[in-house]
């Protein structure tokens, strides 16, 4: 028979290396035309980091996510970075940029400044415009700006900095100190349908709510999610490297080493979590690893809701969950047998 | 051996060593190189062709055997006029993250709705099983296949 | 050179070298690759402000075309191909390789072997894993010897032609065996051991004396690959100023440069990166795997090297994720609170340290949970085995030990009668919380983020 079950897993997460320096830096250039160029040295493996960084950039410049071309991952080009570990792009990486964004804005403050006659300090820079604080209508847009600071003045708009998260040793005895700049929560919650006759489990539905700080892309925090849970999932029922006694792996290939399909994923419905970190670029925190963390937790608990056993050790096989279930049973049938 | 084929509409020709793949066919003769090799033996689907309207894993299938037979590949899907609503509905969702399984995915969709325009999720999940993909979770991919599948019968309504 | 390494004589006539040449067959008359001339530019792209707009990715659009050049997809002029041999023997002494029968096949252009290397070492922690195996094998799927030939499959064949003797070693792959004071070494040294961590707050054992109930369970975890669907790969060009250009799959290219310049022993400016869009990484690709040998087969040979893992190279060779064996115990007051906790963590680092020092932390810190424990003590190995190293993975140990407290806690829950979520509501971190390690806690959202889940999950009515 198929058993129905519920489980929850919740989690935290740390941002950053653990108290090791993990610097990054970065370069913001404002072209003539009020568009900019960002160098920067991070890799882009399939997070949509380089459109986060992109979007943080133009925020800070005040201009569109398109405004903004990304250059990276080249160590003759781009500034150092630490890369793409650790869950840090968004908030390491994304905090260089927005200082180095900072830097390429102050000049064209500068050069405004006397163009509207009022002082650096008084302006922001809001829809591809430089206006004064209060005073929306007295604005140049910033490819004017851009273009007189580049031509007239002789100062090109470019900005770099670099950032790195801040952080106090551990105690080598306690442990205690201050190992990461900021954390991120998350809860995840599944339903699985258990086959009591053959252990099988299906995951049919996840609930996931994740914090993140400020998702500067919710989309590209949902594909995190999603794909966090379905790296769960193997994680929890399918994947295992397997060794021979010599210590030779035996499922070196995708035939005997199962990880998920389309057809093993759940319905999933994510929630991010509204918050807001000081530290971070624009309150943003990050998402890429704790998506994957409390999968396998919620899946076991779930299947533990469903039929009474517990799984202590991955991943959850079909043949291990049907071993629990069928020792659980012989249990209770020597509880139930009279007393001799 | 000399193969003679048809690749996006347009005749071919080829001389290879007779134990080239397709896979390698497209990607080493033709330069097409959507197509990816995942895995080189037929587990993960990322060399994914259309080869006669069958969506195929192109290492899997040997160059002496899509001789006179016709290939659709990831590259003659856009035109110079419109991209195909599979490649738009991905791009506007956030389908792919590392791209690598884009190709094979799309054109195991296409041949799902070539053959049936309106499918229902079990069955887009269904026709992409023989895709891995790592990073996305099918989610966003199943989503696009939809959108697309959901334009496609109106592009379809409105001729 | 190594005496105990045979190479062949060379002797190649012009006729061969015309062979060879004739095998390098340059790319053919690019196919016509359409796509729409004018640029739809997605609205969310064009929005100000920028934060907070599900804006698509341009480089999304191109993996849908099949425009995005992956390392595999990119070649140069003249490239020919490396395949690596692994050792397929978890722990042995290499008495001799014997490359000269390969080296004699046609289109062979040159062999490697680790003593070639200049500096045959690196790790993000400790410097102790081999580029390529110099005398000693400690895990089967160390590399042993390289070739360059003018195909792929050329390279393959000739991979079967080299010929090495071993001197079979004892191994040991279990890490709690592995941590017996007589256990056989991995590396040379006093233990398997490698790394320890520590986490000490309050006083456990005063917590468990004033506990309603005391919970005691182990749990474990397996070793897992990140299978990213692109296989690992590079490109290496040496070029007349005896500078070297790779294309790789690297994730973290301003490191994996040190690396390569370490193992090289050639300055940091000779030396150039260039990461392409990587096909999944999860971790898995923080590492140089072939880098050094590829630029050293370019070398030797003049020519652009090119080297993609199989996906069995992925498995066997690449980093994986920490098996783990954690013992909780937990002592609960009546109404559900920790009261404390007392947690070791037994990390199985395969044959190399790599990442499991970061891992180890992280996992240390992370082991109390999202929630208030007063009275904590973690204890925390890293131990060697002659399995695949274990390396950096999408949680850092964390989806380990997620497993382990959160399991427990809802065996603690279930036996005390609470309810599962509101088990974790009364003990979780609130703004201002002190962490395991005494941090001060800031942006915390736990309770928010189990309300929201459990509400979209209708956890409350919720029926089987």
């Given at each position: 028979m198929k058993q129905?079950?519920?489980?929850?897993?919740?989690?935290?997460?740390?941002?950053?290396?653990?108290?090791?320096?993990?610097?990054?830096?970065?370069?913001?250039?404002?072209?003539?035309?009020?568009?900019?160029?960002?160098?920067?040295?991070?890799?882009?493996?399939?997070?949509?980091?380089?459109?986060?960084?992109?979007?943080?950039?133009?925020?800070?410049?005040?201009?569109?996510?398109?405004?903004?071309?990304?250059?990276?991952?080249?160590t003759d080009t781009t500034p150092m970075d630490t890369g793409a570990i650790a869950s840090r792009t968004t908030y390491v990486t994304g905090n260089a940029i927005k200082l180095a964004a900072e830097k390429a804005k102050e000049i064209l403050?500068?050069?405004?400044?006397?163009?509207?006659?009022?002082?650096?300090?008084?302006?922001?820079?809001?829809?591809?415009?430089?206006?004064?604080?209060?005073?929306?209508?007295?604005?140049?847009?910033?490819s004017e700006v851009a273009l007189q600071a580049q031509f007239v003045q002789g100062r090109p708009p470019i900005g770099s900095a670099s950032f790195n998260p801040p952080t106090v040793d551990m105690d080598p005895e306690t442990g205690q100190g201050k190992p990461f700049s900021t954390y991120v929560y998350a809860t995840q919650i599944a339903e699985v349908e258990v086959d009591d006759e053959t252990g099988q489990v299906d995951v049919?539905?996840?609930?996931?709510?994740?914090?993140?700080?400020?998702?500067?892309?919710?989309?590209?925090?949902?594909?995190?999610?999603?794909?966090?849970?379905?790296?769960?999932?193997?994680?929890?029922?399918?994947?295992?490297?397997?060794?021979?006694?010599?210590?030779?792996?035996?499922?070196?290939?995708?035939?005997?080493?199962?990880?998920?399909?389309?057809?093993?994923?759940?319905?999933?419905?994510?929630?991010?979590?509204?918050?807001?970190?000081?530290?971070?670029?624009?309150?943003?925190?990050?998402?890429?690893?704790?998506?994957?963390?409390?999968?396998?937790?919620?899946?076991?608990?779930?299947?533990?809701?469903?039929?009474?056993?517990?799984?202590?050790?991955?991943?959850?096989t079909a043949e291990k969950v049907l071993k629990l279930i069928k020792e659980k049973r012989a249990n209770e049938n020597k509880q139930l047998a009279p007393a001799e | 051996m000399d193969v003679k084929l048809t690749i996006n509409g347009e005749e071919k020709s080829a001389s290879v060593p007779p134990e080239t793949t397709l896979l390698r066919l497209l990607r080493e003769e033709f330069n097409l190189t959507g197509a990816k090799i995942g895995c080189d033996v037929g587990d993960c689907g990322a060399c994914t062709v259309i080869v006669d309207g069958i969506a195929t894993n192109s290492c899997l299938m040997l160059a002496g055997q899509v001789q006179g037979r016709s290939i659709e590949t990831i590259e003659g899907l856009a035109n110079?006029?419109?991209?195909?609503?599979?490649?738009?509905?991905?791009?506007?969702?956030?389908?792919?993250?590392?791209?690598?399984?884009?190709?094979?995915?799309?054109?195991?969709?296409?041949?799902?709705?070539?053959?049936?325009?309106?499918?229902?999720?079990?069955?887009?999940?269904?026709?992409?099983?023989g895709n891995l993909c790592r990073c996305t979770g099918y989610t966003k991919i199943v989503e696009a296949v939809?959108?697309?599948?959901?334009?496609?019968?109106?592009?379809?309504?409105?001729? | 050179m190594d005496e105990n390494v045979k190479t062949a004589e060379r002797e190649v006539t012009l006729e061969r070298l015309r062979e060879i040449d004739d095998d390098l067959r340059l790319p053919a008359v690019p196919e016509q690759v359409s796509y729409p001339i004018e640029t739809l530019i997605p609205e969310a792209r064009t929005q100000t402000p920028?934060?907070?707009?599900?804006?698509?990715?341009?480089?999304?659009?191109?993996?849908?075309?099949?425009?995005?050049?992956?390392?595999?997809?990119?070649?140069?002029?003249?490239?020919?191909?490396?395949?690596?041999?692994?050792?397929?023997?978890?722990?042995?002494?290499?008495?001799?390789?014997?490359?000269?029968?390969?080296?004699?096949?046609?289109?062979?252009?040159?062999?490697?072997?680790?003593?070639?290397?200049?500096?045959?070492?690196?790790?993000?922690?400790?410097?102790?894993?081999?580029?390529?195996?110099?005398?000693?094998?400690?895990?089967?799927?160390?590399?042993?010897?390289?070739?360059?030939?003018?195909?792929?499959?050329?390279?393959?064949?000739?991979?079967?032609?080299?010929?090495?003797?071993?001197?079979?070693?004892?191994?040991?792959?279990?890490?709690?065996?592995?941590?017996?004071?007589?256990?056989?070494?991995?590396?040379?040294?006093?233990?398997?051991?490698?790394?320890?961590k520590v986490i000490q707050k309050g006083d456990v054992e005063q917590g468990f004396e004033a506990s309603h109930?005391?919970?005691?369970?182990?749990?474990?975890?397996?070793?897992?690959?990140?299978?990213?669907?692109?296989?690992?790969?590079?490109?290496?060009?040496?070029?007349?100023?005896?500078?070297?250009?790779?294309?790789?799959?690297?994730?973290?290219?301003?490191?994996?440069?040190?690396?390569i310049a370490r193992t090289l022993n050639m300055p940091i400016n000779r030396i150039r990166v260039i990461a392409t869009v990587v096909g999944g990484n999860f971790g898995g690709k923080n590492e140089i795997t072939t880098e050094?040998?590829?630029?050293?087969?370019?070398?030797?040979?003049?020519?652009?090297?090119?080297?993609?893992?199989?996906?069995?190279?992925?498995?066997?060779?690449?980093?994986?994720?920490?098996?783990?064996?954690?013992?909780?115990?937990?002592?609960?007051?009546?109404?559900?609170?920790?009261?404390?906790?007392?947690?070791?963590?037994?990390?199985d680092g395969g044959a190399y340290c790599s990442w499991s020092e970061t891992t180890l932390g992280k996992a240390c810190i992370l082991s109390a949970g999202p929630y208030n424990i007063e009275n904590l003590y973690v204890e925390a190995y890293a131990v060697y085995t002659n399995k695949t190293m274990t390396g950096a993975m999408r949680g850092f140990g964390a989806p380990q030990v997620c497993f382990a407290y959160e399991s427990q806690m809802d065996d603690m829950a279930h036996d005390l009668g609470i309810d599962p979520l509101d088990i974790r509501r009364m003990n979780a971190f609130h703004e201002g919380s002190a962490s395991p390690t005494g941090q001060v806690l800031e942006s915390v959202v736990v309770r928010d983020s189990l309300e929201m889940a459990a509400e979209r999950f209708g956890w409350q009515d919720w029926n089987k």
């Amino acid at each position: 028979m198929k058993q129905k079950g519920k489980g929850i897993g919740c989690m935290w997460y740390p941002i950053g290396f653990t108290v090791a320096a993990n610097p990054s830096a970065a370069t913001v250039k404002v072209n003539e035309d009020g568009t900019a160029t960002l160098l920067t040295g991070t890799v882009e493996t399939g997070q949509g980091s380089l459109t986060v960084l992109g979007q943080i950039a133009a925020e800070e410049l005040g201009i569109s996510t398109d405004d903004v071309h990304v250059v990276s991952a080249d160590t003759d080009t781009t500034p150092m970075d630490t890369g793409a570990i650790a869950s840090r792009t968004t908030y390491v990486t994304g905090n260089a940029i927005k200082l180095a964004a900072e830097k390429a804005k102050e000049i064209l403050f500068e050069v405004a400044a006397p163009m509207l006659n009022v002082k650096p300090s008084q302006l922001e820079a809001v829809d591809r415009k430089v206006q004064v604080k209060g005073f929306p209508q007295r604005n140049l847009p910033i490819s004017e700006v851009a273009l007189q600071a580049q031509f007239v003045q002789g100062r090109p708009p470019i900005g770099s900095a670099s950032f790195n998260p801040p952080t106090v040793d551990m105690d080598p005895e306690t442990g205690q100190g201050k190992p990461f700049s900021t954390y991120v929560y998350a809860t995840q919650i599944a339903e699985v349908e258990v086959d009591d006759e053959t252990g099988q489990v299906d995951v049919l539905y996840m609930s996931a709510a994740h914090d993140c700080g400020t998702a500067i892309n919710p989309m590209l925090v949902e594909g995190q999610i999603q794909g966090g849970i379905s790296m769960g999932v193997g994680f929890a029922l399918q994947e295992e490297m397997l060794f021979d006694e010599k210590g030779v792996q035996i499922n070196p290939n995708l035939t005997n080493y199962i990880m998920p399909t389309s057809l093993d994923m759940p319905e999933i419905d994510v929630d991010i979590v509204e918050n807001f970190d000081p530290t971070g670029p624009f309150g943003a925190k990050g998402v890429g690893e704790p998506t994957a963390v409390p999968t396998a937790a919620a899946i076991c608990n779930a299947i533990f809701d469903a039929v009474g056993v517990r799984v202590t050790s991955l991943p959850a096989t079909a043949e291990k969950v049907l071993k629990l279930i069928k020792e659980k049973r012989a249990n209770e049938n020597k509880q139930l047998a009279p007393a001799e | 051996m000399d193969v003679k084929l048809t690749i996006n509409g347009e005749e071919k020709s080829a001389s290879v060593p007779p134990e080239t793949t397709l896979l390698r066919l497209l990607r080493e003769e033709f330069n097409l190189t959507g197509a990816k090799i995942g895995c080189d033996v037929g587990d993960c689907g990322a060399c994914t062709v259309i080869v006669d309207g069958i969506a195929t894993n192109s290492c899997l299938m040997l160059a002496g055997q899509v001789q006179g037979r016709s290939i659709e590949t990831i590259e003659g899907l856009a035109n110079m006029d419109d991209y195909h609503p599979l490649q738009k509905n991905f791009e506007d969702l956030g389908s792919l993250q590392c791209g690598f399984c884009g190709p094979g995915i799309i054109l195991s969709a296409k041949q799902l709705l070539d053959d049936n325009p309106d499918p229902n999720k079990e069955e887009i999940q269904d026709a992409l099983a023989g895709n891995l993909c790592r990073c996305t979770g099918y989610t966003k991919i199943v989503e696009a296949v939809a959108d697309a599948a959901r334009e496609m019968r109106g592009n379809r309504e409105a001729a | 050179m190594d005496e105990n390494v045979k190479t062949a004589e060379r002797e190649v006539t012009l006729e061969r070298l015309r062979e060879i040449d004739d095998d390098l067959r340059l790319p053919a008359v690019p196919e016509q690759v359409s796509y729409p001339i004018e640029t739809l530019i997605p609205e969310a792209r064009t929005q100000t402000p920028a934060v907070g707009q599900r804006a698509s990715r341009p480089d999304g659009r191109l993996h849908g075309l099949g425009q995005t050049k992956y390392i595999d997809d990119l070649s140069f002029p003249g490239m020919i191909h490396a395949k690596i041999k692994r050792a397929g023997i978890s722990k042995a002494r290499v008495k001799n390789i014997d490359v000269s029968e390969a080296e004699k096949m046609p289109g062979v252009m040159a062999t490697l072997v680790g003593s070639e290397i200049p500096v045959n070492s690196f790790g993000p922690s400790y410097q102790d894993q081999p580029v390529m195996v110099n005398g000693t094998v400690f895990h089967a799927g160390d590399p042993v010897a390289a070739v360059a030939a003018t195909t792929e499959q050329l390279a393959l064949d000739a991979l079967d032609k080299i010929k090495i003797d071993y001197e079979p070693l004892e191994a040991v792959y279990d890490p709690i065996e592995a941590m017996k004071d007589n256990a056989p070494q991995v590396h040379e040294g006093e233990s398997n051991i490698y790394s320890s961590k520590v986490i000490q707050k309050g006083d456990v054992e005063q917590g468990f004396e004033a506990s309603h109930r005391i919970y005691e369970n182990t749990f474990s975890t397996q070793m897992v690959e990140h299978v990213p669907m692109e296989p690992h790969a590079s490109i290496a060009d040496w070029d007349g100023n005896g500078r070297v250009t790779l294309h790789s799959s690297l994730g973290r290219i301003t490191l994996g440069r040190a690396d390569i310049a370490r193992t090289l022993n050639m300055p940091i400016n000779r030396i150039r990166v260039i990461a392409t869009v990587v096909g999944g990484n999860f971790g898995g690709k923080n590492e140089i795997t072939t880098e050094p040998i590829l630029a050293l087969l370019s070398k030797k040979t003049g020519r652009p090297v090119k080297g993609v893992y199989t996906r069995e190279d992925e498995f066997m060779s690449s980093t994986t994720r920490h098996p783990f064996i954690m013992d909780y115990k937990t002592g609960m007051s009546k109404d559900g609170k920790i009261l404390a906790r007392k947690v070791r963590l037994v990390c199985d680092g395969g044959a190399y340290c790599s990442w499991s020092e970061t891992t180890l932390g992280k996992a240390c810190i992370l082991s109390a949970g999202p929630y208030n424990i007063e009275n904590l003590y973690v204890e925390a190995y890293a131990v060697y085995t002659n399995k695949t190293m274990t390396g950096a993975m999408r949680g850092f140990g964390a989806p380990q030990v997620c497993f382990a407290y959160e399991s427990q806690m809802d065996d603690m829950a279930h036996d005390l009668g609470i309810d599962p979520l509101d088990i974790r509501r009364m003990n979780a971190f609130h703004e201002g919380s002190a962490s395991p390690t005494g941090q001060v806690l800031e942006s915390v959202v736990v309770r928010d983020s189990l309300e929201m889940a459990a509400e979209r999950f209708g956890w409350q009515d919720w029926n089987k």
